[in-house]
């Protein structure tokens, strides 16, 4: 059974950071490219970054400069720094494993974790 476990998120303050984990279960972790989804109230999902599996690093461009992206193979967990976090940042941040093969897709999601940047 797949799972991707999110953990991190929270209420924090403007200017803030927070760092959120994601742990994977069920998957070869390391073949998979991983990535950061957020959705905010009334809006559509979008990518935030992701990792493949050769550790390079996307992001949207409007955050690459205060959240970072990361992976730790050996304990199957993609991480998301977010640094100078704004109120626009609030949304519910889901963690994404994507892998495609010749023949087969695989894509899953976890839960969600909320973030509420507000004073």
């Known amino acids: 059974q797949v799972r991707l476990v999110e953990s991190g998120g929270g209420l924090v303050q403007p200017g803030g950071s927070l760092r959120l984990s994601c742990a994977a279960s069920g998957i070869d972790f390391s073949i998979y490219k991983m990535g950061w989804y957020r959705q905010a109230p009334g809006k559509q999902r979008e990518l935030v970054a992701n990792?493949?599996?050769?550790?390079?690093?996307n992001y949207a461009h409007s955050l690459k400069d205060r959240f970072t992206i990361s992976r730790d193979n050996a304990k199957r967990t993609v991480y998301l720094q977010m640094n100078s976090l704004n109120p626009d940042d609030t949304a519910v941040y889901y963690c994404?494993?994507?892998?495609?093969?010749?023949?087969?897709?695989?894509?899953?999601w976890g839960q969600g974790t909320q973030v509420t940047v507000s004073s």
């Open positions: 990792i493949p599996p050769d550790g390079t690093t």
């Open positions: 994404n494993a994507y892998f495609w093969g010749l023949e087969s897709t695989y894509d899953y």
